[in-house]
């Protein structure tokens, strides 16, 4: 996706946070590689398992309902909802 696309510009991030599903009774560790008020792009171990919808808690505290855009092997593109 290019920028002129999104609804808000992102920025470059290297911040912890994890992919919550199942009531937090799940979690997946992901790395947040860019962010915007609207959305993020997410680096991760795998996709398996991970749903098009689940919470991202960063390691500053921060949670985002997300909903999954775009996956690949390694990264999910994510519009907060």
């Not at 680096?43 to 996956?71: Q, Y």
């Amino acid at each position: 996706m290019t920028d002129e696309h999104r609804a808000a510009p992102r920025q470059r991030v290297l911040k912890g946070g994890r992919i919550v599903i199942n009531d937090g009774f799940s979690t997946f560790q992901c790395t947040v590689r860019n962010l915007s008020e609207t959305g993020a792009r997410l680096k991760v171990a795998g996709i398996v398992g991970i749903p098009d919808r689940f919470e991202l808690l960063m390691d500053d505290g921060r949670k985002f309902a997300c909903t999954a855009m775009w996956k690949t092997e390694f990264e999910i593109g994510v519009q907060f909802t």
